[in-house]
């Protein structure tokens, strides 16, 4: 069974830092892309950060020098480093998987809130 789980969230301060984690260990060698993207409310999701399996990142341009995006040891799992947080990073932060034949799937989300 192909999931999509995400971890790490919470309730942190401005200036602190946090660490999300997104497992997908049912896509085999299927995957192609995976990737981080945030939804605050009233707003539409939006990209954060992606890594493709080859290694080429790509960052919003909010969150370049602040968050960084890696692949653990070769696993389906992709670690979201944040680090500086905003009280505009406040957002359920949401892992997708991208296949390398184009189908997405998409996790539950975690949220992250950024509160002084």
């Known amino acids: 069974q192909v999931q999509v789980m995400e971890s790490g969230g919470g309730l942190v301060q401005p200036g602190e830092s946090l660490r999300l984690s997104c497992e997908a260990p049912?896509?085999?060698?299927?995957?192609?892309?995976m990737g981080w993207y945030r939804q605050a409310p009233g707003n539409e999701r939006e990209l954060v950060a992606t890594?493709?399996?080859?290694?080429?990142?790509n960052y919003a341009d909010g969150v370049k020098g602040r968050f960084t995006i890696s692949r653990d040891n070769g696993k389906n799992t992709v670690i979201l480093e944040m680090n500086s947080l905003k009280l505009e990073d406040t957002a359920v932060y949401y892992c997708k998987v991208v296949l390398i034949y184009g189908k997405n799937y998409w996790g539950k989300g975690t949220l992250v809130t950024v509160s002084s």
């Open positions: 049912g896509f085999l060698d299927t995957i192609g892309v």
């Open positions: 890594l493709t399996w080859d290694g080429t990142t």
